[in-house]
């Protein structure tokens, strides 16, 4: 793209060099800058965001790689402290990217098509509160897009929370479309609303291999009747999807089937694609729109310890649940959304959040 280059980017791009590629942003414009040097400087970048609150700009953060940056990659996390950025918090509620009810908040996009191969990463950071209704951009998923177009692309989002975005005309959640490998996992989407969108947002693989596991989608509502409430899997070429340990769960407001809110809509578009499902809890989807073979899939209350708390209480029958087998590529993954560890008893537990002897607030206000 065309690089926004401000005297702020010259001034980060002198201070990290493009051998260095290594980023340390502490607020709103400087991380506004290091996406906009990134998608364009020829480096594998690392953007390291502290610990703190990061209003976007109108329009959104933005990293849009050049056709020069095709074949080169981006991690995105948060939960930084320090000078340089070499200590770190982990879990989502360190580091919030807002959107203040009014923006997009995160545009991240590798839309060649040389079939480079790449790395995107984004992780550790709550995207929260964005709208669009600031510019007219009321087309653009109001809290997360993400785009990868190339066969070689790889993708990881995983230990993010999108809550309380809102939309008018597009997705409120997460809008993910990938031709590549991705990996969607212990992330929390929860509490967005929309007028006429997919609420909590939407998955769609061409051609490529998605990994969607132990994430905790609840809550997310839609006024409108055209599209639904739930979480979305598009699916068309030769795309492979799998859903494991998944807790998709009260979802409210838009299109009826069987007399109820439909908590996850998963759409083929093409014969050869393929979805398979593994242990995951439910709240409605009609038995017709599940995969042949589908194994282990329950609609039991998860029973989360409240409204806005979505651990799990002690006495969950989601506990212990879940599969190892079957998953992300590397597997389950060393640590929940909390950061703490991924697996703590017999098997891993549905959800984001693994289950602990103790509770304690839900650390996202």
């Not at 790889?154 to 997460?174: K, M």
């Not at 979505?310 to 993954?333: H, K, Y």
């Amino acid at each position: 793209m065309t690089s926004r280059i401000t005297l702020l980017a010259l001034a980060l791009t002198a201070q990290f060099p493009v051998q260095a590629a290594t980023f340390c942003v502490a607020n709103s414009a400087e991380l506004a800058a290091a996406l906009d040097a990134a998608d364009s400087n020829g480096a594998n970048d690392d953007v390291r965001v502290r610990s703190g609150s990061f209003t976007a700009p109108v329009g959104g953060f933005r990293y849009e790689a050049d056709p020069s940056d095709a074949d080169n990659s981006l991690v995105l996390s948060g939960g930084w402290n320090g000078a340089g950025c070499v200590a770190r918090t982990l879990g989502a509620g360190a580091t919030l990217l807002t959107g203040i009810d009014q923006r997009d908040v995160l545009h991240v996009m590798n839309l060649n098509s040389s079939n480079a191969a790449h790395t995107i990463a984004i992780d550790h950071l709550t995207i929260a509160h964005g709208g669009n209704s600031d510019g007219g951009a009321g087309a653009t998923p109001a809290s997360l897009q993400f785009q990868q177009v190339s066969v070689q692309a790889v993708g990881r989002i995983e230990h993010c929370v999108f809550r309380d975005n809102s939309s008018s005309i597009s997705a409120a959640g997460p809008s993910i479309q990938s031709s590549g490998t991705l990996t969607f996992r212990n992330n929390l989407i929860a509490g967005n609303s929309t007028l006429n969108g997919n609420a909590a947002g939407a998955i769609s693989m061409g051609n490529g291999h998605a990994y969607v596991q132990n994430n905790t989608v609840v809550a997310n509502s839609m006024i409108g009747l055209a599209y639904t409430s739930g979480w979305k899997m598009e699916l068309y070429g030769n795309a492979i999807v799998d859903l494991s340990n998944n807790i998709v769960w009260g979802n409210s407001g838009g299109a009826s089937v069987g007399g109820s809110t439909v908590d996850l809509y998963p759409s083929s578009y093409s014969a050869s694609a393929v979805l398979t499902m593994h242990q995951n809890n439910i709240g409605h989807v009609p038995a017709a729109w599940l995969p042949a073979g589908h194994v282990g899939t329950v609609s039991v209350d998860p029973q989360f310890v409240a409204a806005g708390d979505w651990r799990l209480t002690a006495g969950s029958p989601l506990i212990d649940a879940g599969t190892g087998s079957v998953g992300a590529a590397g597997g389950l993954g060393s640590s929940d959304l909390d950061g703490a560890a991924r697996v703590n008893g017999a098997a891993v537990d549905l959800g984001a959040f693994e289950n602990r002897e103790f509770l304690f607030g839900n650390g996202f206000d």
